[in-house]
């Protein structure tokens, strides 16, 4: 299968360099939202979906204005997934599922570009948006993303056992190359999405882990990246864990994945340099 790596929504927050990666491009913004576009032999397959079309035409009702101010989000029509499937010369219509780590402002804004697409998120994570318990959870989704109605697919993380972690197994209609990770932390249903390329095995971690230098030897995250994290974390502890356990799946050689999050701009500088 090949794989694209896309940036689907730069963001510049209040003090965007105390957010910014050593070492990242500066032409790049401080926060990215990495999206992977899937060729697979059931069609194209994205991975999160970033910022839509809509959220660009009605970034208030769409974002919210505590969003905005917090996170700066450039919202170019030309950064989302459906124009980005456009220039590289697909039909956004032949996108078939998308596999989201979880339902934040910032990963789910693209599915109602898609409407046709089957949408695949752990079921805790869908619940979450019904019925939020915390303060976290009543402020984070926004209904309007999918108020177009789309076609869920709602899992439980009981598949077999995937480098120590639980995963999600043969998802309908997707190759058994693409696996969901259960990574509950950072929301209640968050969650990883594996997927098994020419060169070994990418780990797309979404927000279980916000820089690169969280997965070193000796770890280190920029303070203002570190405090966001912490803010924004459903469960610290579950989070805390998370962190470990990736962070020796990705010093550990012989188990050949590459594991990333979503908004780190160096990750995704290294990967498509």
Request: aromatic content about 6%.
């Amino acid at each position: 299968m090949k794989i694209h790596h896309l940036n689907c929504g730069s963001m510049h927050p209040p003090l965007g360099n105390l957010f910014r990666s050593p070492g990242a491009p500066t032409a790049m913004a401080p926060l990215v939202c990495h999206i992977l576009l899937v060729e697979a032999e059931a069609g194209l397959v994205l991975v999160e979906s970033g910022f839509g079309l809509a959220d660009i035409a009605q970034p208030g009702k769409r974002l919210g204005r505590p969003f905005m101010t917090m996170t700066g989000p450039a919202l170019q029509r030309t950064e989302t997934a459906h124009e980005q499937i456009r220039a590289l010369g697909f039909d956004p219509a032949d996108v078939r599922h998308i596999l989201l780590t979880h339902l934040d402002i910032d990963h789910a804004g693209g599915i109602s570009d898609f409407p046709e697409a089957r949408v695949h998120v752990l079921a805790d994570e869908y619940e979450a948006t019904l019925a939020g318990k915390s303060l976290l959870e009543k402020t984070r989704y926004r209904d309007a993303q999918w108020a177009h109605g789309p076609d869920w697919a709602l899992h439980q993380p009981d598949g077999e056992p995937w480098q120590g972690f639980a995963a999600v197994r043969d998802l309908p209609g997707l190759p058994p190359e693409i696996l969901m990770i259960p990574l509950a932390g950072h929301t209640r249903g968050h969650a990883g999405i594996a997927v098994q390329g020419d060169d070994g095995w990418l780990l797309h971690a979404g927000d279980a882990f916000f820089n690169h230098g969280q997965m070193a030897d000796h770890a280190s995250c920029p303070v203002a990246l570190r405090a966001f994290q912490r803010m924004v974390c459903e469960d610290r502890p579950r989070c805390r864990d998370n962190i470990e356990r990736l962070r020796g799946l990705a010093l550990d050689e012989n188990a050949g994945v590459r594991v990333f999050c979503a908004h780190d701009p160096w990750d995704l500088d290294q990967i498509t340099s």
